[in-house]
């Protein structure tokens, strides 16, 4: 099991740039994949990117490639995902997952964080 809670949303004007914060407990969390996913105004979740705990590989979603960067942070146990360039349609509720395997949370996560808005104005 693990818990997510995510902070860091708000509004930002475009070109600008958000750190959104993921912090993680459980007690495998070395066994576990992180994820995050935003869901606009009407519109399903979409995978943003994934990091594996335990050695830090990552992916991302083509539409975020080269402009977000998702990292974490051992001490802390707390994933980010950075935000640059930012976009009016990148206006979302942003969430963080986790599965077991990066496969796994990039398809379909067990556990969910309870999401954070991101407003981006023209």
């Known amino acids: 099991q693990v818990q997510l809670v995510e902070s860091g949303g708000g509004l930002v004007q475009a070109g600008g740039s958000l750190k959104l914060s993921c912090a993680v407990s459980?007690?495998?969390?070395?066994?576990?994949?992180m994820g995050w996913f935003r869901q606009a105004p009407g519109k399903g979740h979409e995978f943003l990117g994934a990091?594996?705990?335990?050695?830090?590989?990552?992916e991302y979603g083509d539409s975020v490639k080269g402009r977000f960067t998702i990292s974490r942070d051992n001490n802390n146990n707390t994933v980010y995902l950075q935000m640059n360039s930012l976009k009016p349609e990148d206006t979302a509720v942003y969430y963080c997952?986790?599965?077991?395997?990066?496969?796994?949370?990039?398809?379909?996560?067990?556990?969910w964080g309870q999401g954070t808005r991101v407003t981006v104005s023209s």
């Open positions: 459980g007690r495998t969390l070395n066994d576990y994949a």
């Open positions: 997952a986790a599965d077991g395997t990066l496969v796994k949370v990039k398809t379909s996560p067990r556990h």
């Open positions: 990091i594996k705990w335990n050695g830090g590989n990552t």
